[in-house]
C-alpha cells in the first residue's frame, strides 16, 4: 500500500497492519461509528445524503433551536463583515476585538458571576482549568461520569485526585472529610449527557460549605435551556451564586457554532488568561461566531419562551414513550436515552428509524458502558408536537419490530 509520498516505508506498513486490527475489531463488536452526511443546515427538519427527502433530527445539541436561527445567523453575518473571518492570533497578540469583550460581560451578566474567559471550546476551557489553578497541595473530587474532557483535562494536573461514584454523596463526603488538601474543588457535569441526569447541587453545595471546598461544573447540557430562565443546573436546582466556576458551551444550546467558556471569580479568570494553555496558544474565536452568541444572549435576557418550549416538548416525550413501554434514563432533561442494552441492536434500530424518517444514532461502548448501549433522543424547542409525535409513532413501530417493546 502507498502513502501520499510513495511506498510506505517498514514502519507504517507495520502500523497500517495494528490499526486494521484494531478496526476490525471495532466492527466485529458493532460499535463502529459511521458518519451520516447532512445537506443542509441545522434543523429540525434536515437534508442528508441517503435520503431523498428530509427527515427529522433527534440528536443534535440544538435545545433552543438557535443553530439556524436567522437573528443569530444576521448577527453572525454582520460581525462577520465588520470584523473578518478571523484574526489569524492567540488573544494575547491580536486576537482580541472589542466583540470579544463584549461577549464575556454577556456571559458574566448572564451567570451573575464576576468575569468571564473565552475559548475556542469547552474541551478546551476543561483542559486548561485545573492544570492552572491546582497545585500538589491540592485536591480534586471528581464525579466518575465527568465528560471525557474533565477527565483529561484532571490528568495534566499535578493535584491529588479523587473519584467519586456517581451522584453519590456519602462516598462524596467520605473523601473530603479525609482531605488535608490546601484547595479542595468538587467536579461535576451539572447534567450527565449520556444518561439525562441531573447533579445533585444542593447536597455538594452543603458538602462544599461543610468542608470549605470549591464548587465547579460542566454546564454544556444545561446553559440557556434548563431552569426557568435557562441558567442551568444552580437555577435549575435553586443553588443560585454557592457554585463557584462554572464551564460551558457556545456550541450546544447558544447558536450551536463553536466556543466554550470559564466564568467565575476574577481571580479565577486572570489567572486562567496568564497560564492557561489551551486559551494561551490557541487561535480566538471566530467572529462570525462571536456576534451570533451574542444575540443568543440577547434572545434569553429578552424571553423564556424558548427553555419553556423545550420543557414541554420534553415531558411529551417521555410521557409518550414511557406508556408505550420504553425505559428511558432521566426524568425531566431533554436528552432521553432509550435504554437498550445491546450494542448492536441500538444501532440496528437507529437504521431503522432512519429508513422511516427519524435521525437518531445509537450509542455504545466506549461512549458508553458496555451492556448499556442506547439511543440517545435530544429534543429541542424548535420541534412541534407534531415531529414528537411522529418520532415516537416510529420507535414504536421499529420496538415492536425488534421486540423491544
Known amino acids: 500500500q502507498s502513502g501520499h509520498y510513495g511506498r ?3 514502519a507504517v506498513a507495520s502500523l497500517r497492519t495494528i490499526l486494521d486490527g484494531e478496526l476490525s475489531s471495532i466492527h466485529a463488536a458493532g460499535t463502529y461509528k459511521n458518519e451520516r452526511i447532512i445537506t443542509t443546515p441545522m434543523a429540525p427538519h434536515i437534508g442528508v445524503t441517503t435520503s431523498t427527502e428530509k427527515v427529522l433530527n433527534f440528536c443534535a445539541n440544538n435545545y433552543l433551536g438557535l443553530s439556524s436561527h436567522p437573528g443569530v445567523m444576521d448577527a453572525a453575518r454582520e460581525a462577520l463583515d465588520k470584523y473578518g473571518n478571523g484574526l489569524s492570533s492567540v488573544r494575547f497578540i491580536c486576537g482580541t476585538q472589542t466583540i470579544h469583550k463584549e461577549l464575556e460581560a454577556a456571559i458574566s451578566n448572564f451567570h451573575g458571576t464576576e468575569d468571564t474567559i473565552l475559548y475556542i471550546s469547552c474541551f478546551d476551557a476543561n483542559a486548561g482549568i485545573f492544570e492552572t489553578l491546582l497545585t500538589p497541595e491540592d485536591a480534586v473530587f471528581s464525579d466518575q461520569l465527568n465528560h471525557a474532557s474533565i477527565i483529561d483535562g484532571i490528568r495534566l494536573s499535578k493535584c491529588q485526585k479523587h473519584r467519586y461514584k456517581n451522584r453519590d454523596m456519602g462516598e462524596l463526603e467520605e473523601l473530603l472529610s479525609a482531605s488535608s488538601a490546601r484547595v479542595k474543588m468538587i467536579v461535576t457535569d451539572g447534567v450527565f449527557s449520556m444518561d439525562g ?9 452543603e ?6 471546598a470549591l464548587v465547579f461544573i460542566d454546564e454544556c447540557h444545561a446553559t440557556g435551556f434548563l431552569g426557568s430562565t435557562g441558567r442551568g443546573t444552580p437555577e435549575l436546582t435553586g443553588v443560585g451564586n454557592r457554585v463557584n466556576i462554572i464551564n460551558s458551551t457556545l456550541g450546544k444550546a447558544l447558536g450551536g457554532a463553536c466556543g466554550g467558556y470559564t466564568t467565575g471569580p476574577k481571580q479565577v479568570i ?3 488568561r496568564q497560564r492557561s494553555r489551551p486559551y494561551l496558544f490557541s487561535n480566538t474565536v471566530p467572529p462570525a461566531v462571536v456576534g451570533g452568541a451574542i444575540k443568543v444572549f440577547e434572545l ?3 424571553s423564556s419562551e424558548l427553555p419553556e418550549l423545550v420543557d414541554r416538548n420534553t415531558m411529551h416525550f417521555r ?3 414511557t406508556d408505550a413501554g420504553f425505559t428511558l434514563s432521566g426524568s425531566t432533561h431533554p436528552i432521553c436515552p432509550v435504554m437498550l442494552y445491546d450494542a448492536a441492536l441500538a444501532s440496528s434500530m437507529a437504521d431503522a428509524l432512519l429508513q422511516r424518517g427519524i435521525y437518531v444514532i445509537g450509542f455504545s461502548f466506549p461512549v458508553v458502558p458496555k451492556g448499556l448501549a442506547r439511543i440517545r433522543v435530544q429534543i429541542s424547542a424548535a420541534h ?6 411522529r418520532c415516537v409513532d416510529a420507535f414504536i413501530e421499529v420496538g415492536k419490530e425488534k421486540n423491544v417493546i
Open 8 to 10: 510506505d516505508s517498514q
Open 197 to 205: 441526569t441531573i447533579a445533585p447541587l444542593p447536597e455538594i453545595c
Open 207 to 212: 458538602l462544599a460549605d461543610k468542608y470549605q
Open 270 to 272: 486572570e489567572l486562567l
Open 300 to 302: 434569553l435576557n429578552a
Open 319 to 321: 410521557k409518550r414513550m
Open 384 to 389: 412541534t408536537i407534531e415531529d414528537v409525535d
